[in-house]
C-alpha cells in the first residue's frame, strides 16, 4: 500500500518503511509525526483519491534525523563594475521513516 502525503509544500508518495526526506519539521530526533494530509491511498484498482484530502486518512512516521543539505553558493557579478556578491546557503531538512499507513 502507499499513500500520497503533502508536507511543506511538496507531495511525496510513500510505502511502509520508505526513509524520506523532507522540509524541516519542529520534531526532535525520535520524535513521531502523523501526517494527515493524505491525497491519495491505496494499491492497484482499490485506490482511495481525496477531494483534496481522504477524511480520517493518516500516515505515522518517526524523525531519524535533523539536518542541513549540501552548500549551494551564490555568486553575483557585474562586469566593469567592480561588484561581487558571494553568498552560501544551505537548507535544513528532516529525514523521516514511515511506520505505518491507515485509512
Given amino acids: ?3 500520497i502525503i503533502a508536507t511543506g509544500g511538496k507531495q511525496y ?3 511502509e518503511g520508505d526513509e ?3 522540509e524541516k519539521l519542529n ?3 525520535g520524535d513521531a ?5 493524505v491525497l491519495a491511498a491505496g494499491e492497484g484498482a482499490d485506490i482511495k483519491v481525496g477531494t483534496p484530502v481522504i477524511a480520517g486518512a493518516v500516515v ?4 531519524v534525523e535533523n539536518g542541513k543539505g549540501p552548500k549551494v553558493v551564490i555568486y553575483k557579478y557585474k562586469a566593469k563594475k567592480d ?7 544551505r537548507q535544513p531538512f528532516t529525514k523521516v521513516v514511515i511506520e505505518s499507513i491507515s485509512l
Fill in 1 to 3: 500500500m502507499y499513500a
Fill in 13 to 15: 508518495r510513500v510505502h
Fill in 20 to 22: 524520506i526526506t523532507i
Fill in 27 to 29: 520534531a526532535a530526533e
Fill in 33 to 37: 509525526v502523523v501526517f494527515d494530509q
Fill in 60 to 63: 505515522n512516521a518517526k524523525v
Fill in 83 to 89: 561588484y561581487r556578491n558571494k553568498k552560501g546557503h
